[in-house]
């Protein structure tokens, strides 16, 4: 039997939908070309924005569409269908079992199936371990098991994708922070981190798979904490020693994501301590205004952000640093805003993701009064957009003429002859090589700068 993934959002559904996949390549079955030729397609949601979800609302309408085509009804409309129609008319109706998971299908447990009688299965963040029985009614053809969630989070054994040099380890789940305008910490939940032990387990399986880098993920891996206190810098030093002790392939080791608040001295020490913990570091500040970052319950103010960058310079000097900028927050004065501008100034980030506040139903910052208008929005978001372009350009100006060490993964869209690597800090490299170096960490000099991706030579 064939499935087909669709996954929307964070790098937490990446490796969840990973997860998923690892149970059905455990049960003989394949990946599907397209969603119209799938017996199971399984869609990942996202819930961060409302755009995240009209968007899946469109894929659902895509969907009872293509259920009609494959059960052959006599109003099923084939255009756009053309691969489903081939199927059906080969093979007769065959039935397709679509599934909704991940923040979405939790924050519309209740309501997504009554609403959107295509859905088969919704599936919310807790209860991913009844994927097994949902399987087997599939393969058995009976009608949809019930989907109960369950009270405590669990986590996959692995979130291993097949022939990957890269993957995400999941370290914890769920946020305690309720930023006032994150929808987050209700549709996953308290933060439960993952047992020390269960981790080493993985990547040492990991290991076994000749996995050159992995990212250990949480939407706060630094405020980790497992059942014995093993706290976040605590849980990186034990993984270094386990790589040392298993003489493991992994030479990378990054994290997402990170909030300000909760980056300790002694995490900046371990990090400085060892070059396999990688030099890109994402630490979100979301703004530069302190009245701002209190209104959005950030907890941590402009003049502190600053000082741990400061730090961390100082510590750790082949650094670079990317973030998140939200613009538009209610009550957001010009003032404010200019102080997110002189903040990028100061800190010099090398990438940035910026977008402007969409009120999301359910959080307090939907409602607060002075909500700032679109027009203004979109304004002062392109202005940040536009200083982010020249500070990046000056930042990565400077990495010119040096040498980096590179994880060759992927062979390059543009040229054939040409492989695409990543350095200690997250950046991207082109550069001449055979394809046999796939997997591999070699020295690159970096030459040129072409956009955001830079030009080398294969030492």
């Known amino acids: 039997m064939t499935y087909f993934f669709e996954t929307y959002g964070c790098e937490m559904n990446i490796a969840e939908s990973a997860a998923v996949e690892q149970i059905l390549i455990s049960r003989g079955w394949t990946k599907a070309t397209s969603a119209q030729l799938a017996d199971m397609a399984i869609i990942n949601t996202c819930s961060v924005r409302a755009t995240a979800e009209t968007r899946i609302f469109g894929r659902l309408g895509f969907y009872s569409g293509l259920k009609k085509v494959r059960n052959c009804e ?38 997504l199936k009554k609403d959107f009688p295509v859905v088969d299965y919704v599936v919310g963040t807790y209860a991913k371990n009844k994927f097994g029985d949902i399987i087997d009614a599939v393969e058995n053809g009976v009608s949809p098991v019930e989907v109960d969630e369950e009270p405590v989070y669990t986590f996959a054994p692995n979130s291993y994708e097949q022939g990957a040099f890269s993957t995400f380890v999941p370290i914890m789940h769920g946020c305690n922070n309720f930023c006032t305008y994150c929808i987050v910490p209700y549709v996953r939940g308290r933060e439960v981190s993952r047992p020390a032990e269960q981790i080493l387990k993985e990547i040492e399986f990991l290991s076994s798979r000749y996995v050159r880098e992995i990212t250990l993920l949480g939407q706060n891996v630094n405020s980790y904490k497992d059942a014995d206190g093993l706290n976040f810098p605590g ?84 650094l670079q640093l990317s973030t998140d900028i939200m613009l538009g927050f209610p009550g957001e004065t010009e003032e404010d805003f200019n102080q997110v501008l002189t903040l990028m100034e100061e800190v010099g980030y090398e990438s940035a993701f910026m977008y402007y506040f969409n009120p999301r139903e359910g959080t307090p910052a939907a409602t607060m009064e002075n909500q700032i208008d679109l027009e203004t929005k979109k304004a002062r978001l392109q202005k940040v957009i536009d ?28 040229d054939n002859c040409e492989l695409l690597g990543k350095t200690s800090q997250n950046e991207r490299i082109a550069f001449k090589g055979k394809k046999n170096l796939l997997g591999t960490f070699v020295k690159v000099s970096i030459d040129s700068l072409n956009g955001n991706t830079f030009k080398g030579t294969l030492i």
């Open 74 to 111: 006599p109003d099923a409309k084939k255009r756009s269908m053309e691969e489903a129609s081939a199927y059906v008319e080969k093979n007769g109706p065959v039935p397709l079992t679509l599934i909704v998971m991940g923040c979405m299908a939790e924050r519309l447990l209740k309501s």
């Open 235 to 318: 849980l990186l030093k034990k993984i270094l020693n386990h790589l040392d002790k298993i003489n493991s392939s992994i030479k990378f080791i990054r994290f997402e994501s990170s909030n300000p608040k909760d980056f300790s001295d002694e995490l900046i020490k371990t990090i400085a301590s060892d070059t396999r913990l990688c030099r890109g570091l994402h630490i979100a500040v979301q703004h530069g205004s302190s009245a701002i970052l209190k209104k959005m319950g950030r907890r941590y103010s402009r003049e502190t952000y600053l000082e741990l960058v400061n730090k961390l310079k100082f510590a750790i000097p082949d």
């Open 387 to 414: 200083l982010q372009l020249q500070i990046s350009n000056k930042v990565m100006t400077r990495r010119l003429g040096q040498t980096a060490e590179v994880l060759a993964d992927i062979v390059s869209r543009d």
